[in-house]
Structure formats: C-alpha cells, structure tokens
C-alpha cells in the first residue's frame, strides 16, 4: 500500500487579526505537487493576507504553515521570504524597469554566472520570449511582461508558487491564452499553486480545487464542478451566477409556493426556507389566451409574470420577469437569441431537479 503523499504546502488553523479584528480566523489548507487551488471570494474576505501569510511578508498570529512536511511557520515565529522556496507573482508584475528582460529574470537566481545564463534562456524560451533578453520591461507588451514575470518567479525552481490576481492587468483577449500556458508551466515544473482571484470563471477556469472564503474564512472547498453544483447556502451558490429565490413555509414536509408543492424533507414544521434557483434552468413557455401549460411533476405549476427587459449576452439572452403573484423579479436565460418585448406575459415553470433548498438567512444567522 503506497504511503500517502505529504502536501506541498500545508496551512493549519491560521490568524491574522488587525486591531482586534480577525481577518483571517481558522484557516486550514493543503496544496499537494502539481495541484492549482484557488483561494476565491469577495474583497475584502482575507485572501491576499492570507497568501501574504503563506509568503512571509507578513506574520500570522496564530497556526502553522509547512512546506513539503517541514515547519517553516508557528506560533508567530517563522523562516524569512527568501528561505522558503516560495515564488510570487502579483498584478502589477512587478519587473525591475531599469534592468533588462534577461536581468529581470535572473535576479533571483545566484551561483555561477553561466549556470545563471543557461536558466535564464531556458526559461525564456519555454515563455516564448527566446529572443527578448536584451529588451526591457517599457518596450514590452503586457501580456510580454506577465511572461518575464513567470519567468523570474520560476527561476528559482519554486516549490510552490502564489499568485495574487495575477492576470487582471491583462487585455480580455489575451487573458486565457496566458493562463493557461502559465497554468501548463507550473504543473510541467510540479509546483504546488495557490491562487488568489475574486472572479468565479477565473477560478473554475484555472483551479483543481477551490476554497471560497468569506469573511477571513473558508466556507467551502472542493472541486469547481462540485462547489458549483452542491453549494453549502444561498451566498455560496450566488458567488457563481444570478440566483432567483422563493420563500415560504415548511408544512408536513413540504413547502408551498405559487411554483407549486417543494418537497423539503429534513425541515421542521413551521420552518421557513429559500428554494434558490439559477436562471438557466427557468422554464418559459407562451401565453395562451391568458392561461399557461398545465402542471407537470417535473416542473410543478406555471406562473405568469410580464417582461421587463430582455438582453442579448452573445451565446445567450437574459430576460427579467416582473411576477404577476407577488410583483418580485425573476431572471431567465435561454440559449442564443431570444428577445421578446417588454410587456409581454409569459409563463415561468421551475425544474424541481435544480433547486436548492437552504433555511431562510434570518434563521441560517441564528444557527451560524
């Protein structure tokens, strides 16, 4: 039976706290070799400190960080930066203005000056800037300077890497080509990768592993697919894309809506719940003579509600509903294009086997 393999990088219960106030409270993390896991959230939640913890810039109050097995932080004591075998790339790059693209990268590096030479053109190389080592950061596009930047951070041979939005600065169109060839590199040299980002596609985009942090902790973590699909509360399920809400009370297992009957088994009588659903899975059908489909189990009863504003968003159209029942909004999309005029009725049906059912906020913050 193979030994399980120690995390490259591990974090235990960390505390960072301003003025009395944590904002990191009880982290606890691992990165194994090779993996990309991405910390995801809100500004403001304690990412970037957290990944300045990890980095040495800045000292925790409490908990324990350790790479590849070896305590290299406790109790507020630990190795400086430049002992860690920890490479950074931030938003800004960062890139020595007075120093050439060969000098930049080689900054970090010492020992003799050919082996320094020898790992500076590889590294340019594989970034596809072989032949940009006499140039300098100003005559470089963008894109070009978060190659140099790689570059630097991976001249060292970093065990791990850590990456505070690294890739915002960058035009659209050249974002995902860079990441992923940055994302390519860093698994091609095994290094653990934490991420910082606060844009969901980002994160499912680049990560094995996501943990969405809120308010200096982490309140769920797993694979994109799973924390996209098993969200732990509204909030969670909301980071990711447009939600509507129902509300309404629980009644021998089942609350009652104008959507018709939700089965919510596990919730006491008299309980009152949100039935939380994306607008993907929004059925809409066609007024008929001011009637709607009849009720199906699959999708429940229909509703009516008038349109408000429909807006193409290029592989697909929004459209926002006012209820006819209760005056609330509710928000649809649909495939390609579809824009009927603002005014119209037509009739909104619920996939029963896309909701989520999560306690009611007022109630979830007494439990919390």
Known sequence: MPEPTVPRLEI???????????????????????????????????????????????????????????????????????????????????????????????????????????????????????????????????????????????????????????????????????????????????????????????????????ALMRAGRIVQKGAPYNIYNAPVDRDCMAFFSDVNVLTGRVHGALTETAFGQFFTPGVPDGDEVEIVIRPQHIKIDFDRNGRGPNPTMAEGTAVRGVVQRARFMGNESLVEFRMDHDGSLMRATVPNVFLPNPGNALWLMIRRDKCFLFPKRDLQSRIE
């Open 12 to 210: 235990s219960k960390l505390t960072r706290r301003y003025g009395g106030r944590a904002v990191v409270e009880d982290l606890s993390l691992s990165v194994p070799p090779g993996q990309v896991t991405c910390l995801l959230g809100p500004s403001g939640c304690g990412k970037s400190t957290t990944l300045r913890m990890v980095a040495g810039v800045e000292t925790p109050d409490a908990g324990e960080i350790r790479v590849d097995g070896e305590l290299i932080c406790a109790n507020g004591q630990g190795l400086p930066p430049e002992q860690r075998r920890i490479g950074l790339m931030f938003q800004d790059f960062a890139l020595f203005p007075h120093l050439s693209v060969a000098d930049n990268v080689a900054f970090g590096l010492s020992g003799a000056k050919d082996a320094q030479g020898r790992r500076v053109a590889e590294l340019l190389e594989r970034v596809g800037l072989g032949q940009y080592g006499a140039k300098y950061p100003h005559e470089l596009s963008g894109g070009e300077q978060q190659r140099v930047a790689l570059a630097r951070a991976l001249a060292p041979n970093p065990s791990i890497m850590l990456m505070d939005e690294p890739f915002s600065g960058l035009d659209n169109r050249l974002r995902d080509g860079i990441r992923d060839e940055t994302i390519d590199i860093l698994r091609e040299q095994g290094a653990a990768v934490l991420l910082v980002t606060h844009e969901p596609e980002e994160a499912m985009r680049m990560a094995d592993e996501i």
